[in-house]
């Protein structure tokens, strides 16, 4: 079949054979976000009720808080966002990806690395560097991971009949293969034993992998999928094709060295400090120029967006990273950070970034991709639709507690307050977040149902519109 003009060929039972790595991605995805918030259910229960699950050693937080981080981040978004990929990219490029098997091994091992990764997370075995805990076994995997995917694009590129690259595949390439990159320096590999360096330079290397965890990983993701469903939905092509291509390299020349706004208050040198607050306020020009240009893509067609469930998704993450990245800069000077820093505020930052803006334009792109990928509509777009108000309120709830908490922490420990004293001010708002957590479940239970009922057992029979 390949070489087939495969876009015109679209009936189920074609599509059963293709499209076998986006279907992977999004089960991938559904499985491990219901996985995902059942352990942050468990750390924000800890938080709430620090003996209510006993001693046992695989249920400490701090054991479980990285399950929940690397989870949410690596089987979650990740996947999620690129299970979409693999469906636009070859769309895009009008082929077929080169090759669905290497796609399905990769998503293979994937699995066996999160896997591993609870595993031996739960059983104390960690590096212990926030985001790289994954022991040096585990990194080679990851490493190989992103190579596969890499050498899988690249060749679906090169046999592609289109010759325009749209921006989304210049995002794509470019997150899949910094990933691998930034994954490999940052996680000290060539140091097997401890997959660290020692002192600052070690804080700095972190950080600089932490946060293009966010930059390189997450976010190139997230715009491509945007950038793909948002003028697909609309029916009319991107505002500025001239203005995609100065997002990009404004996101890459930005976003790829301001790790160290996560260390201003360590002895980290000033001139890294600078320069990570300079360009981290420079940031705005990447994230408007994207913005602006989906948003006047957007221009009166609301009303289309509004109708599709999957684009109402993507859109409403849209906004969100509009609300993060105003947030970001802010709280990357150090007078903002006396207050900030340390505390819940970062927290409410981490989870209105990584769920309200990728996790939704993830989830937007998985439902957007399924009645392609299947021939048949999704199994309920009102279950979709409830997914949709179960976590965006739910996040909106957790993100606005969190802040509240994070603002009383950070004035009691500037004006000197004991920490005993403060813990109990913010004991209902950790509450609420466990209440607004068990919102943020409940969505992602139903979307895994609805994801595994769409892709597996739809009796819906008509053809997508
Ligand atoms: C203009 C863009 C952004 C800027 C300038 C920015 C800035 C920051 C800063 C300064 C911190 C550290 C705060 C502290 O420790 O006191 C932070 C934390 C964080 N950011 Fe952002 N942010 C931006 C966008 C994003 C996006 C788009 C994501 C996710 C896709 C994200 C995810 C996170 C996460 C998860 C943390 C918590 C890290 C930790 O564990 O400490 N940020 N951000
Ligand atoms: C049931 C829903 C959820 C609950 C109850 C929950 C709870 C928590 C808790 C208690 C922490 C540790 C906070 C601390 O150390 O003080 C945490 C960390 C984190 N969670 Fe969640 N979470 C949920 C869903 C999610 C989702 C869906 C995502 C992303 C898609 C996410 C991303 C993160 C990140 C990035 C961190 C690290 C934050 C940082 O260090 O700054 N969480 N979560």
């Not at 999620?80 to 990769?106: D, N």
């Not at 972190?206 to 697909?232: C, D, E």
């Not at 420079?282 to 994207?290: D, E, Q, R, T």
Request: aromatic fraction near 14%; hydrophobic fraction near 50%; glycine fraction near 8%.
């Amino acid at each position: 079949m390949k070489g087939d003009s495969i876009l015109e060929v679209s009936s189920p039972e074609f599509l059963v054979q293709r499209y076998r790595t986006a279907k992977g991605f999004c089960l991938t995805s559904a499985f491990w976000f219901v996985v995902a918030t059942l352990i942050g259910l468990a750390i924000a229960i800890e938080l709430v009720a620090p003996d209510l699950l006993g001693n046992i050693s695989w249920l400490v937080f701090g054991r479980i808080r990285p399950i929940h981080t690397n989870l949410v981040l690596f089987g979650f978004v990740t996947s999620g966002l690129l299970g979409a990929a693999f469906y636009f990219l070859p769309v895009l490029l009008r082929t077929e990806i080169y090759s669905e098997r290497l796609g399905l091994a990769a998503i293979g091992l994937w699995n066996i690395i999160l896997m591993s990764g609870v595993v031996t997370l739960a059983t104390g075995h960690t590096q212990a560097r926030e985001y790289a805990e994954l022991i040096w076994p585990i990194d080679i995997l990851v490493v190989i991971f992103f190579t596969l995917l890499f050498y899988n694009l690249m060749m679906t590129v090169k046999q592609r009949k289109e010759p325009l690259l749209y921006v989304s595949i210049w995002y794509v390439l470019a997150s899949v293969i910094l990933t691998g990159i930034v994954y490999f320096v940052g996680n000290v590999i060539w140091v097997p034993w401890t997959g660290a360096i020692t002192g600052m330079p070690d804080a700095i290397t972190l950080w600089w992998y932490g946060h293009n965890i966010f930059g390189v990983l997450l976010t190139p993701l997230a715009i491509a999928t945007a950038y793909y469903v948002i003028p697909k939905t609309c029916g009319s092509p991107l505002y500025s094709h001239t203005l995609s291509l100065v997002g990009f390299w404004a996101l890459m020349l930005l976003y790829t060295h301001i790790g160290t706004h996560h260390l201003l208050q360590t002895p980290a040198p000033t001139w890294l400090k600078v320069i990570a607050i300079v360009d981290s306020i420079g940031m705005i020009i990447p994230v408007a120029v994207v913005l602006i240009n989906l948003w006047y893509t957007v221009a009166g067609k609301l009303g289309e967006i509004h109708n599709d469930v999957a684009a109402k998704f993507v859109f409403t993450g849209t906004i969100l990273y509009l609300i993060v990245c105003i947030q970001g800069p802010i709280q990357s000077l150090p007078q903002v950070q006396r207050v900030t820093h340390y505390n819940n505020w970062v927290i409410s930052h981490a989870h209105l970034a990584v769920l309200g803006f990728s996790g939704l334009i993830a989830l937007g792109g998985i439902y957007y991709i399924l009645p392609k990928i299947t021939g048949k509509p999704l199994y309920s777009k009102f279950l979709a639709d409830v997914q949709y108000w179960l976590v965006l309120l739910g996040v909106l709830a957790f993100s606005a507690s969190l802040t509240i908490a994070g603002l009383i922490q950070g004035n009691g420990w500037l004006n000197g307050e004991t920490v005993y004293k403060v813990l109990p001010q913010i004991h209902i708002y950790n509450v609420i977040r466990g209440g607004t957590g068990i919102v943020i479940f409940s969505g992602a239970v139903i979307g895994f149902y609805n994801i595994f009922r769409s892709l597996f057992f739809n009796c819906v029979k008509e053809e997508p519109s």
